[in-house]
């Protein structure tokens, strides 16, 4: 399997230097590494310069309009059989993680595998979907862990890449897309891949601007299906659906103690 690492990076030196070397650590070497700068100031650059030696890694720092710019001009670069994106910041979870990737047979259009987050020095697996559950409803509401994703490199640029007119959730839309416009297909390799740096803007607390463009390309791309939802989503919400599943947890619980 040839994988291509595409990194973008802004102003975030010490994190990029983390994330270029979690690559330059493995066991085996991905097939290319493409860093993607955005005319950072910070510092950044003399890093990527300091690994400029690798083999397999291609630097770019020009101004560019938004993270999904960024990554589209490093989907343009790359050629590998699948990319992976790995932001500044993130780190692949251990030296093997591209040799453990070599033992599988990787065929679906996305392949997904585990993702972590550092809680106070421990690492604690991140929520996924299970593929088994995945469908509109539940992936509307969730994610697909980006860091983890590895997707045909022939797919993205066969659908264009990223929106670039989303400044937090194109990576999402596209899977969305993916699944339920283009018959994408997809599955979930159990294997660890990456540690989340929580710090992106993607893991802001405020969730209500990511809310937001959700809210925009669901009725932009699925429009007729959305008065459905939100009258399930009222529903779900509602005191007596509420009522009757408190009802029926207090219910199995006494059960349980028979």
Not at 106 to 121: S, T
């Amino acid at each position: 399997m040839k994988l291509s690492i595409i990194t973008i990076n802004y102003n975030n030196s010490a994190g990029l230097k983390k994330t270029i070397e979690s690559v330059a650590n493995q066991s085996v070497a991905p097939y290319q590494y493409i860093v993607v700068d955005g005319a950072s100031n910070d510092g950044s650059v003399d890093v990527m310069n300091a690994f400029a030696d690798l083999p397999f890694i291609t630097l770019m720092s020009e101004p560019d309009s938004g993270i999904y710019n960024a990554m589209n001009k490093g989907i343009a670069l790359a050629h590998g059989d699948y990319c992976l994106f790995l932001n500044s910041g993130d780190i692949l979870y251990d030296d093997k993680v591209i040799e453990r990737l070599n033992d599988f047979t990787l065929e679906r259009d996305i392949e997904y595998g585990n993702q972590y987050v550092d809680v106070n020095g421990t690492l604690k697996k991140d929520h996924f979907l299970d593929p088994t559950w995945i469908s509109f409803d539940t992936l509307r509401n969730s994610h697909i862990p980006h860091q983890t994703s590895l997707i045909r490199t022939t797919w993205l640029k066969q659908h264009g890449g990223y929106n670039e007119n989303y400044r937090i959730i194109s990576d999402w839309a596209f899977v969305m897309l993916s699944l339920f416009k283009w018959n994408g297909t997809i599955r979930h390799l159990e294997t660890p891949i990456s540690i989340y740096d929580t710090t992106g803007i993607s893991s802001d607390t405020d969730k209500s601007p990511q809310r937001a463009e959700r809210n925009d390309f669901l009725q932009r791309e699925f429009a007729r299906f959305m008065p459905d939802y939100e009258r399930w989503d009222k529903l779900k919400n509602s005191p007596w659906l509420k009522a009757a599943e408190t009802f029926r947890n207090i219910r199995s619980k006494l059960l349980r103690k028979k």
